[in-house]
């Protein structure tokens, strides 16, 4: 149980395009989710958690015009890198908790983005 | 200071050894506590979960919570070659669910 999945887990895309991962719970509903992304050699950064059927609350430092977050249903969250520049290549994971337990967070695989 | 806090290593033992892992925390008011096993180019998987002082033992992992002191610490029995990754803490405080995660420390275990 507890499964996560991301989709795509590669992609590459040219600089200026916007690129949308997204990140489903299989077996649970997940009324929330998290956003991270981690440089190489580096940790995890939060960037964002997202609350179904309500907007995302972003970090500090994190532009909520560039990285657009949309959880519109219970099991399902998106990120939409908007007009992606090579700084922003990166891998991106997302998490859930299962409802019910002790915050316990379960990660997708991660996309990896390179944008050229 | 940083919410969580751990060596980044790289930490080497020999197989078949105990590694030690260790990790502090600034919050005194977070309550659970987790270590998560990343493989190169991975995302993190859950190995250890604990909210109470003491020890918690799964198989050949045991995780050691001590709340007076802020810190938590993995030891990993019987150290295998696949055991080779990052590991990082994480400590929850309770509000909103957020994680903060450590830095991770790489743990290189050598036939």
């Known amino acids: 149980g507890a499964v996560v999945s991301q989709h795509p887990s590669r992609v590459i895309c040219k600089s200026g395009t916007s690129v949308k991962i997204e990140c489903r719970s299989l077996?649970?509903?997940?009324?929330?989710m998290f956003w991270y992304r981690q440089f190489p050699k580096q940790s995890l950064m939060l960037m964002a958690t997202?609350?179904?059927?309500?907007?995302?609350?972003?970090e500090q430092g994190v532009e909520k015009d560039k990285f657009l977050i949309n959880h519109a249903s219970l099991t399902l969250s998106t990120l939409t890198v908007t007009s992606a520049h090579p700084e922003d290549s990166s891998f991106y994971i997302c998490?859930?908790?299962?409802?019910?337990?002790?915050?316990?967070?379960?990660f997708g695989p991660g996309t990896r983005l390179t944008v050229t | 200071q940083k919410e969580v806090e751990q060596n980044s290593g790289p930490l080497s033992v020999p197989e078949g050894a105990i590694a030690s892992l260790n990790c502090t925390y600034s919050d005194r008011g977070s309550q659970s506590f987790f270590w998560y096993r990343q493989y190169s180019g991975k995302s993190p998987e859950l190995i250890m979960s604990?909210?109470?002082?003491g020890d918690k033992e799964d198989g050949r992992f045991t995780a050691q919570l001590n709340k007076a002191s802020q810190y938590v610490s993995l030891l990993i029995r019987d150290s295998q070659p696949s055991d080779s990754a990052t590991y990082l803490c994480a400590v929850n405080r309770g509000t909103g669910n957020q994680f903060y995660f450590g830095t991770g420390t790489s743990l290189t275990v050598i036939p």
């Open positions: 997202s609350n179904e059927g309500s907007k995302a609350t972003y």
């Open positions: 998490s859930a908790s299962v409802p019910g337990t002790i915050d316990v967070q379960y």
């Open positions: 077996d649970f509903q997940a009324t929330t």
């Open positions: 604990i909210y109470s002082n």
